[in-house]
């Protein structure tokens, strides 16, 4: 890597987890550019469109909060304050309400989009020292299933492969993720990996024929929910017909009988017409996955976001363990993170039931290893309430004050009624955000105006384990200030010890140093390695370590035993909330190419819009014709939830029976009521307590 021009900066892009490199041109008025780092080895220099339009989300600085803003009643409106003021505030509401009513009274809501050293922070701040370990991540919408299924199959939550692997491959199944779209630079490398072999394999398993169902080999059609029944039936199908590595199985996993027994449940005649696919179909993912001699399999939201995501992947971690598809180049299960540091935030142990470095919130002498480390008598071993419950802890009078840092939770999180309704009920509500578009300032009681990409030096981890630096290039608009200064001055009024980093360099070091000697060990880097040297797939655990893109090439997993692990999913369909007469549509939202989460960046940019400028309903022809639904047409999707104002796309993409809405508006970004998360329930998966957006019963009428 060539060093930066004092005009030219080296940087990695903030949307997705692929995180891909970007170089940033500042010329002598100030002006920004943005193009694809050549250099860098995620992306090659290529970008994507929203990675190419960054410099305009930068340069509009019109939705910029620029001071802080408070309110001393709920009746009144906000007024502009002092940073002192504000931090006074604040510090007298978190002291007096954990005097009255506990620490646990108390909770942070962080996000994927924090770079490590403002997670790292947060969460010593509230886990070290306010003694609450109530403090989640959005990335608990994303990630969360992904990680406790690497954990109990794997031993710990650790992406195998990396990036370089997808030119090695020559099967991929992709699983519940639309890369074309939401990962569109990792989906380039598959494509240009696959013009230049032809010969390569690429299954889709989706209910909706996305662009990357489209220029797949093979298009799994499935009803949405039935994602484990097929997983045992290519295991099953892969097991009758001997492409299964015994040899791997019997030395290096156990759970083997108890797993093929979970998956002899059904004759794959059975299992293909409750998936809604063809035999034909079925047999022939089998025989590509059975007889592909490097498989990688993707995945993002349509495995994690449900109430049965963790069993969605281990039954598909089982496939790639009978086939021994892992530990090797080129080979492996590869969950893609939706947001730029979802990964980094886990490695700060920056969720309600973690600690740092992975460490376990349950194990007490993880516990003691970072009470000591902080200079803190003890970490609380009560887990803190998960991005759900903190609604549910809202609603109840049990969580009085939230502060809520750098995410949108008004349109991101399910039952998008009920938490607003929670919201505005808490006692004290804090938004630190960039955007005056973030619809959650509504509830807010203070405002606190953060730095943004660029205006702010960090680190990030993309899906691969990349760590990068992400330097500071521009200042910060009026008095908006870096979340690490924020959560420092805030610390510092509550008089805690233990925050007196004079540089962001200084924090990286401290959470560097607490990783030493776990799985996830970077006490070999720094800033300034990050700086020169480029970036690093963790572990680094010495200043000379180059880094490491593969794990468990030594086929030694990180369970007790070292070997892998099998399980059986003996219930293996989805029965939370199924198709009713009132309610007979299943309901699945997702992203789409040109927005980012709730569009307070990606929303101001002209360029991005003309993509898709409105919200819409996509539903297959025979459900339109039976409510008579035109395209274009102006409709209503309804539940017990909630409700949704659209208008219709007429497709035969999506199944039959399916319909589909993005994401990505909120009630302050569009004039319709257009929030698909009025319709999705606050229903999670048991262990990970992630929520169920992909599916929910509905109706839809024409208006
Ligand atoms: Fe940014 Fe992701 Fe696009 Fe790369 S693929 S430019 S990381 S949004």
Request: contains cysteine; neutral net charge.
């Given at each position: 890597?060539?060093?930066?021009?004092?005009?030219?900066?080296?940087?990695?892009?903030?949307?997705?987890?692929?995180?891909?490199?970007?170089?940033?041109?500042?010329?002598h008025q100030g002006r920004l550019s943005v193009e694809g780092n050549e250099d860098y080895p995620v992306n090659r220099g290529m970008?994507?469109?929203?990675?190419?339009?960054?410099?305009?989300?930068?340069?509009?600085?019109?939705?910029?909060?620029?001071?802080?803003?408070?309110?001393?009643?709920?009746?009144?409106?906000?007024?502009?304050?002092?940073?002192?003021?504000?931090?006074?505030?604040?510090?007298?509401?978190?002291?007096?309400?954990?005097?009255?009513?506990?620490?646990?009274?108390?909770?942070?809501?962080?996000?994927?989009?924090?770079?490590?050293?403002?997670?790292?922070?947060?969460?010593?701040?509230?886990?070290?020292?306010?003694?609450?370990?109530?403090?989640?991540?959005?990335?608990?919408?994303?990630?969360?299933?992904?990680?406790?299924?690497?954990?109990?199959?794997?031993?710990?939550?650790?992406?195998?492969?990396?990036?370089?692997?997808?030119?090695?491959?020559?099967?991929?199944?992709?699983?519940?993720?639309?890369?074309?779209?939401?990962?569109?630079?990792?989906?380039?490398?598959?494509?240009?990996?696959?013009?230049?072999?032809?010969?390569?394999?690429?299954?889709?398993?989706?209910?909706?024929?996305?662009?990357?169902?489209?220029?797949?080999?093979?298009?799994?059609?499935?009803?949405?929910?039935?994602?484990?029944?097929?997983?045992?039936?290519?295991?099953?199908?892969?097991?009758?017909?001997?492409?299964?590595?015994?040899?791997?199985?019997?030395?290096?996993?156990?759970?083997?009988?108890?797993?093929?027994?979970?998956?002899?449940?059904?004759?794959?005649?059975?299992?293909?017409?409750?998936?809604?696919?063809?035999?034909?179909?079925?047999?022939?993912?089998?025989?590509?996955?059975?007889?592909?001699?490097?498989?990688?399999?993707?995945?993002?939201?349509?495995?994690?976001?449900?109430?049965?995501?963790?069993?969605?992947?281990?039954?598909?971690?089982?496939?790639?363990?009978?086939?021994?598809?892992?530990?090797?180049?080129?080979?492996?299960?590869?969950?893609?993170?939706?947001?730029?540091?979802?990964?980094?935030?886990?490695?700060?142990?920056?969720?309600?039931?973690?600690?740092?470095?992975?460490?376990?919130l349950n194990n007490p002498a993880h516990r003691q290893e970072v009470a000591d480390f902080w200079g803190v008598e003890e970490v609380?071993?009560?887990?803190?309430?998960?991005?759900?419950?903190?609604?549910?802890?809202?609603?109840?009078?049990?969580?009085?004050?939230?502060?809520?840092?750098?995410?949108?939770?008004?349109?991101?999180?399910?039952?998008?009624?009920?938490?607003?309704?929670?919201?505005?009920?808490?006692?004290?509500?804090?938004?630190?955000?960039?955007?005056?578009?973030?619809?959650?300032?509504?509830?807010?009681?203070?405002?606190?105006?953060?730095?943004?990409?660029?205006?702010?030096?960090?680190?990030?981890?993309?899906?691969?384990?990349?760590?990068?630096?992400?330097?500071?290039?521009?200042?910060?608009?009026?008095?908006?200030?870096?979340?690490?200064?924020?959560?420092?001055?805030?610390?510092?009024?509550?008089?805690?010890?233990?925050?007196?980093?004079?540089?962001?360099?200084?924090?990286?070091?401290?959470?560097?140093?607490?990783?030493?000697?776990?799985?996830?060990?970077?006490?070999?880097?720094?800033?300034?390695?990050?700086?020169?040297?480029?970036?690093?797939?963790?572990?680094?655990?010495?200043?000379?370590?180059?880094?490491?893109?593969?794990?468990?090439?030594?086929?030694?997993?990180?369970?007790?035993?070292?070997?892998?692990?099998?399980?059986?999913?003996?219930?293996?369909?989805?029965?939370?909330?199924?198709?009713?007469?009132?309610?007979?549509?299943?309901?699945?939202?997702?992203?789409?190419?040109?927005?980012?989460?709730?569009?307070?960046?990606?929303?101001?940019?002209?360029?991005?819009?003309?993509?898709?400028?409105?919200?819409?309903?996509?539903?297959?022809?025979?459900?339109?014709?039976?409510?008579?639904?035109?395209?274009?047409?102006?409709?209503?999707?309804?539940?017990?939830?909630?409700?949704?104002?659209v208008c219709a796309k007429i497709t035969e993409d999506i199944r039959p029976g399916v319909v589909f809405l993005p994401m990505h508006?909120?009630?302050?970004?569009?004039?319709?009521?257009?929030?698909?998360?009025?319709?999705?329930?606050?229903?999670?998966?048991?262990?990970?307590?992630?929520?169920?957006?992909?599916?929910?019963?509905?109706?839809?009428?024409?208006?």
């Amino acid at each position: 890597m060539t060093p930066s021009t004092p005009h030219q900066f080296k940087s990695t892009c903030s949307y997705c987890g692929v995180g891909c490199g970007i170089v940033v041109n500042k010329d002598h008025q100030g002006r920004l550019s943005v193009e694809g780092n050549e250099d860098y080895p995620v992306n090659r220099g290529m970008l994507c469109s929203k990675g190419m339009n960054l410099h305009h989300v930068v340069a509009d600085q019109t939705d910029r909060l620029l001071h802080p803003m408070m309110r001393w009643h709920k009746a009144m409106p906000r007024q502009r304050v002092r940073w002192d003021q504000a931090i006074d505030r604040m510090a007298a509401v978190f002291k007096s309400t954990i005097a009255k009513h506990g620490p646990d009274s108390v909770g942070f809501y962080v996000s994927g989009q924090c770079t490590t050293e403002e997670y790292y922070l947060a969460n010593k701040l509230a886990k070290g020292f306010l003694k609450t370990n109530n403090l989640d991540t959005n990335s608990r919408l994303c990630m969360s299933s992904a990680v406790v299924g690497y954990k109990k199959a794997l031993g710990e939550d650790a992406v195998p492969i990396a990036y370089a692997d997808i030119e090695l491959a020559d099967t991929f199944l992709i699983t519940g993720a639309n890369p074309a779209w939401c990962h569109p630079i990792l989906f380039r490398r598959l494509e240009q990996h696959k013009a230049a072999q032809p010969e390569v394999k690429v299954i889709c398993v989706d209910p909706r024929r996305t662009q990357t169902a489209a220029q797949a080999d093979l298009h799994l059609q499935i009803i949405p929910g039935t994602d484990i029944i097929l997983h045992h039936a290519i295991a099953r199908g892969l097991i009758e017909q001997g492409w299964v590595d015994y040899d791997f199985v019997q030395n290096k996993t156990e759970g083997f009988a108890e797993a093929k027994g979970a998956a002899f449940k059904r004759s794959l005649r059975e299992a293909a017409q409750m998936c809604g696919i063809s035999m034909q179909d079925l047999t022939l993912a089998i025989r590509y996955i059975g007889q592909a001699k490097n498989l990688i399999s993707m995945w993002t939201m349509g495995l994690n976001q449900s109430s049965i995501g963790v069993d969605k992947n281990l039954s598909l971690l089982n496939i790639h363990l009978i086939t021994g598809q892992i530990g090797r180049a080129g080979a492996g299960p590869f969950s893609l993170t939706g947001q730029p540091n979802a990964m980094g935030g886990r490695e700060v142990g920056g969720m309600a039931n973690l600690l740092s470095a992975h460490r376990d919130l349950n194990n007490p002498a993880h516990r003691q290893e970072v009470a000591d480390f902080w200079g803190v008598e003890e970490v609380a071993a009560k887990p803190g309430f998960t991005a759900t419950e903190i609604i549910d802890a809202l609603q109840s009078g049990d969580l009085k004050v939230l502060w809520i840092i750098c995410t949108n939770p008004s349109v991101s999180l399910p039952d998008a009624i009920q938490a607003d309704l929670a919201m505005q009920k808490g006692t004290f509500v804090i938004v630190q955000d960039i955007s005056n578009r973030a619809d959650t300032i509504d509830w807010a009681d203070v405002v606190l105006p953060a730095a943004g990409w660029l205006e702010k030096e960090g680190t990030m981890t993309n899906s691969e384990r990349r760590i990068s630096y992400i330097p500071k290039v521009v200042d910060a608009p009026g008095e908006a200030l870096p979340d690490t200064e924020i959560l420092m001055r805030f610390a510092k009024k509550m008089g805690f010890h233990g925050f007196d980093f004079e540089t962001v360099a200084d924090i990286y070091d401290e959470h560097c140093a607490l990783t030493k000697g776990t799985n996830i060990d970077i006490s070999g880097l720094s800033h300034q390695r990050l700086k020169t040297e480029g970036s690093f797939q963790w572990p680094v655990p010495h200043p000379t370590h180059p880094g490491t893109p593969r794990l468990f090439e030594d086929q030694k997993f990180y369970t007790p035993s070292t070997k892998a692990q099998l399980f059986a999913i003996t219930e293996d369909q989805y029965v939370a909330e199924l198709p009713t007469e009132e309610y007979p549509l299943i309901l699945t939202t997702g992203r789409i190419r040109d927005q980012w989460h709730t569009m307070t960046r990606t929303g101001k940019v002209n360029k991005l819009q003309q993509h898709i400028p409105q919200p819409f309903l996509e539903i297959h022809p025979l459900d339109a014709n039976m409510k008579g639904i035109k395209e274009g047409m102006p409709v209503r999707v309804s539940n017990e939830r909630g409700t949704v104002e659209v208008c219709a796309k007429i497709t035969e993409d999506i199944r039959p029976g399916v319909v589909f809405l993005p994401m990505h508006w909120g009630k302050r970004i569009s004039h319709r009521k257009s929030r698909a998360n009025n319709l999705t329930a606050n229903r999670v998966d048991p262990v990970s307590k992630e929520p169920d957006f992909k599916y929910s019963h509905v109706q839809v009428e024409k208006i």
